[in-house]
């Protein structure tokens, strides 16, 4: 500690050290005048005491250097001198300051931005007690009549993360695990304190939850068994809710706990309060409020949660210390079929095998899981590669700016080592200018990286409940450290190595010979930031024309004024038996609404990220499809959304028996057109292995459903009648009118049916979830296409300035011969060639580095190939005429002097 | 050195300071020197040359401390005044020299 005392005492010093000049001084002087004030009293002349007492101090100047000394070390002196020298310059030297400070902030608030969202999305383990012994459970070879309703991207059904609830019971004697936990959503809700409404996001968790994740409440308590029980607990149903939805209900209530919350019409009893780290276990995608699990029963009467069949239950378990995840997850595989034997349905002997081989595994859990970064992960690491090549181009950039800087420091350079300065306080002097600029390129990249990230999540709208946060943590740490590192040598050292290499300056006896060197240093350079500026502008020039291909391509279906709105009769507490009653009357009520043309009920809109599959059967050419859509919906659906009818006709408003609507594409692959299909009848299997079959009344058009890149799904069109009731249901509209006067139109209908409540969770536009089905794509083309441009004005200043430099060094020569006769465009055309020569080589190692990363874009690209000749044709056309245009600016200055003048320089 | 009668043995001086400033008083760098010199009846001559980073030293110790003040000749001066870490080093001091002054005498006059 004193040490530390006696260092800020120090330093405050150094601070005022012009102030301990003067206090030396007066000191001294105060000291003088008092002794030759007594010498005087003494009798002696002013002037000899004057003399006397000034040769009495003996050398003032060396007491007072090494009091100084005392008060600050040299070495501290030093640094200090270098950094306020060093800060001086560049204040100086405001343009190339400024030139290196902007592409350094935007080099570093890039990779920061980028980074943190990887860090938060992937990387960063979950805020519980030992998050290694966490994994989840999956289920892999699923049988072929899977349904599968993921959220997220079109997911391939060949895993899935959800499970029933009877296996996760039967998992909880396993005894690998220390304990078991499942929590399942079904989606956003609304909850009510003292007649306000707020949204939410819920999750239904089991008992042990939170003590399998070993989180602490910040206040109350958390669940324990017997808070999920059927029935509920004495007391009445409890919930804990996130420390943001206490701050946004509660304001910060202290005494919140007993306070009641209603969900529909049941009240739950806050509980707990979760800290604010635990916001759940799906990065980026956070848990308002958790709720027991047999809280279901209740909330959603409807939805057969505790059903086999009803896969919607995500299982994380926590590895019983001493046994690796190797060992456990070996065990659970090896055990899996005596695990389904236990939880086996009566089912068709045939399809008892397929569910008996379904196989479960584990999966690391310490950073839980999330379909944000399935959905995000892969993107992200592609702009996490391009924004290192962008940090790369800047630090080279910043090399190429000092060393033209040192090169024309040079002869103070040498004249300072020639009179005594050692090299390594030179090359000190040197490092400390560029840590300067690093450092606050590093501070500025930081303050931007926390500006432009709210910004990319709101322009791509990566979900209304996506928040992603830049954490501070020791890998954010260690990143931005390796950053500074990267750059403080690349840009720092390699100047000052090259300026201060005294041999190299002894050697030459000429200076050309040192420029020469400098130049084909920094010729390289350059050719480094063309290669990488080819790459990244070719990868954005390919999925620019993807994307483009996307929006043009025909969904098959009609999105303009058509509006979605979310929801949730049934999470209002209504029965099962009134359920579909309500849903019928609302929807007949709204139709007759003016501006509303037709309306539908839909479970999952086109495009919305759900997406249901099926297997089924026919009696017709071909006895089996498997993976065909299903799409649950009521009558007026296709009005809704403009498909036509090509065959039969639409929903009746109540089936009386069970019938389906199929696809133009189905209908000719099972049956050789749509007139044949009528009539036939297609069966299909549920979960329990009980055949249904309903009768085809009708054909339509081919829709896209989930993916704008697939060709139109085969799909199969059910009657919500017929299916399992839902939790929330979609009512999709054609209207004409403002969403305003819509909203105000469906109010008292909503309220009238769903006992006085407003179900809405939110209301979208059809053409919205089309623009955000594709917010993977559109994140990064346009971040890749800001990245390129970027690099490429990078890449540009930097060949203009290394021409720039090399016209200088040679406007003696460019003046004789001008002088001689030399034509001004002669001279313009050497240096362009200079230039060019530069771009191609750069552009041939740019050709080879894209050739070898073609891959990892190439699942991006849709309607072309990553060797496209017309895109990298643009791209290499483009970059050579804004190369030429670059060069010829300095060279073009040169020629427009006097070559008298140019003679005389230097 | 030589052997300059009026020379102070090493490592004296912090506890010549510190003695004549022991009663409490803010002296200035002039008065301390003149104290000395007095007191010791006139053996003792410090040179400013050691007096001065003497000071700054044992301020930087935190012995002493000093504020500014106004000299009788109206001039910016340095005023000196022992803190409660520079009594004890005294103390610690007085004691150390004391029992080297009695072992030096001992031993010199073989009392």
Known sequence: MQFFKKLLLKVRTLRLQRQLDQDLHDEMAAHLALKQQALEREGRNADEA??????????????????????????????????TFGTRLLLKDWLFTGTALLTLAIGIGANTAIFSMINDLMLRALPVKDPDQLAWIEITNLPPWENSGQQGKQAATSSRMFISHDLLQAMEKQDVFSGIAGHMSLGNTTLENKGELYQAFPRYVSGSY????????????????EDDISGGPQGGWPIVISESMWNRIFQRDPNILGSVLLKGSIPFTVIGIAPASFTGTSPGHETDAWIPMRALEVTYPSVPWYRQGWDQCEAVVRIRSGVTFQQASTRILNSSRVIFEGILPSMNEKYREVFLSQKIQLKPGRSGHSWLAAAYGNSLWILFGAVSAILLIAATNLTNLILTRSIARDRE???????????????????????????????????????????????????DWVHLNMHFDWRMFGFLSFVLIFVVLISGWIPAWKTTNTKMIYRQTNESQLNRFGILLRSSLIVLQISLTVALLGGAGLLVYSLKSVFNEKTGFDASLRYLIYIDVAGTGTS??????????????IRTLPGVQSVTWTKNPPFSGMQQTDHIYTRGRISEVANVFTHEI?????????????????????PSHAVCIISDNLARHLFGSPQAAIGEKIQSRTQQGKETSAEIIGVVGNAKYSNMKDNAPQTVYRHIIETQPQATLTLALRFSGSQDSLLKGITPILRRESSGRLPILKVRTEEEILHQSLASDRLLTTLLTAFSLFAL??????????????????????????????????????????????GIAGMILGGMLSYGLHRVIE???????????????????????????????????????????????? | MGNNPQEILPGTLDLLILNTLESGISAHGYTIMETIWSGSGELFRVEEG???????????????????????????????????????????????WNRIALGMRRMLEGA
């Open chain 2, 50 to 96: 050691a007096l001065y980073p003497a000071l700054h030293r044992l301020q930087l110790q935190g012995y002493l401390e000093a504020e500014w003040g106004l000299s009788e000749a109206n001039r910016r001066a340095k005023y000196y005044k022992i803190t409660a870490a520079g009594r004890k080093h005294l103390k610690e001091k007085k004691t150390d």
């Open chain 1, 859 to 906: 699942s991006y690209l849709y309607g072309i190939k990553p060797n496209d000749p017309l895109i990298w044709g643009c791209v290499a056309l483009a970059l050579f005429f804004s190369i030429v245009v670059a060069a010829s600016v300095p060279a073009w200055r040169v020629t427009r002097n006097d070559p008298l003048q140019s003679l005389r320089a230097d």
């Open chain 1, 413 to 463: 350079i040498a004249v300072r080592l020639a009179i005594g300065a050692s090299a390594h306080r030179i090359r000190r002097q040197l490092m400390i200018e560029s840590g300067i600029l690093v450092i606050a390129g590093l501070l500025s990249g930081i303050v931007l990286a926390q500006w432009i990230t709210p910004i990319i999540q709101r322009k791509f709208s990566l979900g």
């Open chain 1, 50 to 83: 004057k003399r006397q007492s000034v040769h009495a101090f003996g050398n003032p100047a060396q007491w007072k250097e090494s009091t100084r000394e005392m008060w600050i070390p040299a070495w501290l002196e030093g640094i200090w001198k270098d950094l």
């Open chain 1, 210 to 225: 939170f003590s399998v994740l070993g989180v602490q409440p910040l206040i109350g308590r958390f669940f324990t068994s």
């Open chain 1, 634 to 654: 009521t009558n007026d659906y296709f009005n809704v959304f403009g498909i036509p009818l090509l065959a039969g006709q639409d929903f009746p408003q109540k």
């Open chain 1, 576 to 589: 099962n038996e009134k359920l579909l009653l309500a849903h019928q009357n609302i929807q007949e009520n």
């Open chain 1, 793 to 838: 004005i990078i890449s540009l200043t930097g060949i203009a300035g290394l021409l720039s430099y090399t016209v200088q060094q040679r406007r003696r020569e460019i003046g004789i011969r001008m002088a001689l006769g030399a034509t001004p465009s002669l001279i313009l055309r050497q240096f362009q060639n200079f230039g060019v020569q530069l």
